[in-house]
């Protein structure tokens, strides 16, 4: 048992439960220094009811209403899943808009990374030969070359991070000129045109697919499409891919770093197995760290529409003005269709790992995911799959899984993405390097060469949100620099690309 003093986070004055922070939980009988007993062993990360509820009474957490007491509790008792009662989606026609705009904080100034300066003005932090399949045909051809490619090729190029196929489930069997359907060509065409690219375009097809390798080109260039059914035999197909990608690659190697004020990076938030404790440790720290990039003239992402639904007021009262209030609303909408669509709601979002953690319904999950965003006004927001347009807090609707929206985000342009964990993934991306952080301590030992930031200090009071918010900061300069490698990176553990497509399949 450990003999760590008892410990449990209440987020604002008015909250009527806390959490408990110690490892492994705290058994029945457990008195914490203000008097309190717990009538119930508790997990950790999970709720302590702070005061006695009668049936129906509000649930309060982040000083907000999280749900309502499905029966009589007892204080002291464990709050567990099946006693809160969701409340109802917040009216989004009703939304307050712009009404709390945050003053702009003060100016950062003096950081630099080391980035790679692209011909359109954008920044990579990594120099990668990105190679565009127009349809999932190809996509074992084009893994063949990648192959050959990475052994041949790539040791001669050796200021060229890596080259990686695009490969994507999209391109046939669609319904291709469906309105929705604008969602993944686009986001195909855009994933080509991220700065870690370095601006070379190169599309694989096959020849007689609907999405047309030449809907993928911004400049129209033929000369970036190459035709499998062009091509006499699987020799001839490999050979003409393995000559283009050597003409790239010797473009590509006489990119250098060149150093780069923070203003030039795009810096995506995002987070997966939530916990309890995101809310509290690694997703404040993170978002501290977002208001140090947007002080410094950076832009800033964030994501994830089931995991803002229930809290968009919050957001819309941020919005720079009405108009991106709007916008916000516009997104949380089409959403509610799509789901109503899938006969499901915004419940549907939280995951076994989630309740597991001490999350009981979306609602909870919502207003912690939101704090990643950290306080400044957002300026911006972009439906699936378009590229950033400005500088400081973009909110780039995206699904909440974490494969759909890494896949978006880097369509969007990030060069950079940091991801908040509390029941751990090996999640990350080839095209873009992923900084892990964590949100408990037990989950940092568990996991020492997977998680690159531990925010679980926060909780036991070794560190503050600032002093992790800053070291998150520096890590990402390090890492836009290449001064530093993430874990996933250097273990090259990189997820598929997954789009979203809301339109049909034919």
């Known amino acids: ?30 008195e914490f220094s203000c008097g309190l007993k717990l009538l119930e062993p508790i997990p950790q990360g999970h709720k302590v009811a702070l005061a006695d509820f009668q049936a129906g009474e509000a649930i309060i957490r982040y000083g907000e209403v999280i749900g309502y007491a499905a029966k009589p509790i007892a204080k002291g008792s464990w709050i567990e899943e099946s006693l809160v009662r969701m409340p109802t989606a917040p009216a989004l026609d009703d939304m307050p808009l712009a009404d709390k705009v945050p003053a702009p904080l003060p100016p950062l100034a003096g950081y630099t990374f080391e980035g790679y300066r692209n011909a359109d003005g954008s920044v990579g932090t990594k120099n990668i030969l990105g ?3 127009s349809v999932q045909c190809v996509a074992g051809v084009l893994n063949y070359a990648v192959k050959k490619i990475k052994a041949e090729l790539l040791p001669n190029y050796p200021n060229v991070d890596d080259v990686v196929a695009l490969n994507h489930n999209y391109g046939c069997g669609v319904a291709i000129n469906a309105p929705e359907a604008v969602i993944p060509i686009r986001t195909v065409k855009n994933i080509a045109l991220n700065p870690n690219f370095g601006g070379e375009v190169l599309v694989v097809g096959l020849g007689c697919e609907k999405l047309l390798p030449e809907r993928l080109l911004s400049d129209g260039n033929q000369d970036n499409i190459i035709s499998l059914q062009d091509n006499e ?7 003409t891919i393995v000559a283009a990608a050597d003409a790239r690659l010797a473009r590509l190697d006489q990119r250098r770093r060149v150093t780069c004020p923070v203003a030039d990076l795009v810096v995506g938030l995002q987070c997966g197995g939530s916990d309890a404790m995101s809310g509290v440790t690694a997703n404040p720290a993170v978002g501290y760290a977002a208001d140090l990039l947007v002080r410094a003239g950076a832009a800033v992402m964030f994501s994830e529409v089931t995991e803002v639904r229930d809290a968009v007021e919050l957001l819309t009262s941020r919005a720079v003005n009405e108009e991106v209030g709007r916008a916000l609303v516009r997104e949380m909408k089409w959403y509610d269709r799509y789901l109503e669509l899938g006969e499901v709601d915004r419940s549907a979002n939280t995951t076994p790992g989630n309740k597991k953690g001490g999350l009981a319904n979306i609602v909870e999950k ?10 400044t006004a957002v300026v911006d927001v972009l439906s699936p799959g378009e590229r950033v347009a400005k500088k400081g807090l973009t909110y780039a609707a995206t699904p909440a899984s974490d494969f759909v929206c890494g896949t978006l985000q880097v369509a969007s342009g990030i060069s950079l993405q940091v991801f908040t964990t509390g029941r751990g993934t090996p999640y990350g991306l080839a095209m873009v390097p992923v900084i892990k952080v964590g949100t408990r301590n037990a989950l940092a030992k568990q996991w020492p060469d997977l998680i690159d930031v531990n925010a679980g200090t926060i909780a036991t009071g070794e560190a503050t949100i600032e002093e992790v918010g800053w070291e998150i900061f520096r890590l990402i300069l390090d890492v836009a620099s290449g001064r530093k490698k993430p874990w996933a990176d250097q273990w090259g553990l990189h997820n598929d690309l997954c789009l979203f497509n809301p339109a049909p399949v034919t």
């Open 1 to 30: 048992m450990s003999t760590q003093k008892p410990l449990y986070i209440k987020m604002k004055p008015e909250d009527n439960v806390a959490i408990v922070v110690n490892d492994g939980g705290l058994p029945s009988g457990t």
């Open 366 to 375: 919502a207003l912690g995911s939101i704090v990643k965003s950290g306080s």
């Open 233 to 239: 035999g699987f020799a001839k197909m490999i050979e």
């Open 131 to 133: 190679i565009t399949t």
